[in-house]
């Protein structure tokens, strides 16, 4: 189970998404991909150093930012359509950190993956994709190829999250379903029916 942030802390504040960090690893969150594109370099370098040390045995991913997340010795840098490739980001990193990419339907059969890890969706209806992306269905996802690999991704609550691990797919990657007005009590509900694993 992995909680990735929502993307406004450029909004409500970074201190406002710290305390949501904290009650997450307090909640037994072992891990935590930082996506805040609205952020500065210099505002999202502090956030993933507090979230470095906060989850130092455990696992940092950062959304695009691969110079941050090499300044923070972050895991995994995630990667999505609007960002370099997977096999540019190798090129630039080298084995220093995983290399995450966002994949879609068009994408789901594709026998090869230059990245590591990958996150397909969005599987349900979601918020932040209505408009933009169908969702894939559970049946499609699971028809898919690479499922150890593949984490998914949108509209994921805890049934759902259980139903899709029992069916083999690496993990389960969710925003709206664990940044609520209590993170840390959602993230164990979540957690509950999920394992713990990171990609």
Same mark, same amino acid.
């Given at each position: 189970?992995?909680?990735?942030?929502?993307?406004? @802390?450029?909004?409500? /504040?970074?201190?406002?998404?710290?305390? *949501?960090? $904290?009650?997450?690893?307090? =909640?037994? +969150?072992?891990?935590?991909?930082?996506?805040?594109?609205?952020?500065?370099?210099?505002?999202? &370098?502090?956030?993933?150093?507090?979230?470095?040390?906060?989850?130092?045995?455990?696992?940092? !991913?950062? &959304?695009?930012?691969? &110079? #941050? @997340?090499?300044?923070?010795?972050?895991? =995994?840098?995630?990667?999505?359509?609007?960002?370099?490739?997977?096999?540019?980001?190798?090129?630039?990193?080298?084995?220093?950190?995983?290399? /995450?990419?966002? $994949? &879609?339907?068009?994408?789901? %059969?594709?026998?090869? %993956?230059? @990245?590591?890890?990958?996150? %397909?969706?969005?599987?349900?209806?979601?918020?932040?994709?209505?408009?933009?992306?169908?969702?894939? !269905?559970?049946?499609?996802?699971?028809?898919?190829?690479?499922?150890?690999?593949?984490?998914?991704?949108? /509209?994921?609550?805890?049934?759902? =999250?259980?139903?899709?691990?029992?069916?083999?797919? /690496?993990?389960?990657? +969710? #925003?709206?379903?664990?940044?609520?007005? *209590?993170? !840390?009590?959602?993230?164990?509900?979540?957690?509950?029916?999920?394992?713990?694993? $990171?990609?």
């Amino acid at each position: 189970m992995l909680p990735i942030t929502p993307g406004r @802390a450029h909004e409500l /504040g970074v201190d406002g998404l710290s305390r *949501d960090l $904290q009650a997450l690893r307090e =909640a037994g +969150c072992d891990g935590v991909l930082l996506r805040e594109p609205g952020l500065s370099d210099k505002a999202l &370098h502090g956030l993933a150093s507090f979230a470095r040390d906060l989850f130092a045995d455990g696992w940092l !991913g950062l &959304h695009d930012r691969a &110079h #941050i @997340a090499l300044a923070v010795s972050a895991d =995994a840098v995630h990667l999505g359509y609007r960002s370099i490739t997977p096999r540019a980001a190798r090129r630039a990193l080298g084995s220093a950190v995983a290399i /995450g990419h966002s $994949q &879609h339907i068009s994408e789901l %059969m594709n026998q090869s %993956m230059d @990245a590591d890890y990958r996150f %397909m969706g969005p599987v349900f209806p979601t918020p932040s994709k209505e408009g933009i992306l169908e969702p894939l !269905g559970e049946e499609t996802l699971i028809s898919g190829t690479m499922l150890e690999q593949t984490w998914a991704v949108g /509209g994921i609550g805890p049934s759902a =999250a259980a139903r899709l691990l029992a069916a083999g797919v /690496g993990g389960v990657a +969710c #925003i709206g379903s664990v940044f609520t007005n *209590d993170p !840390g009590e959602s993230f164990r509900a979540l957690a509950d029916s999920s394992k713990p694993l $990171q990609p």
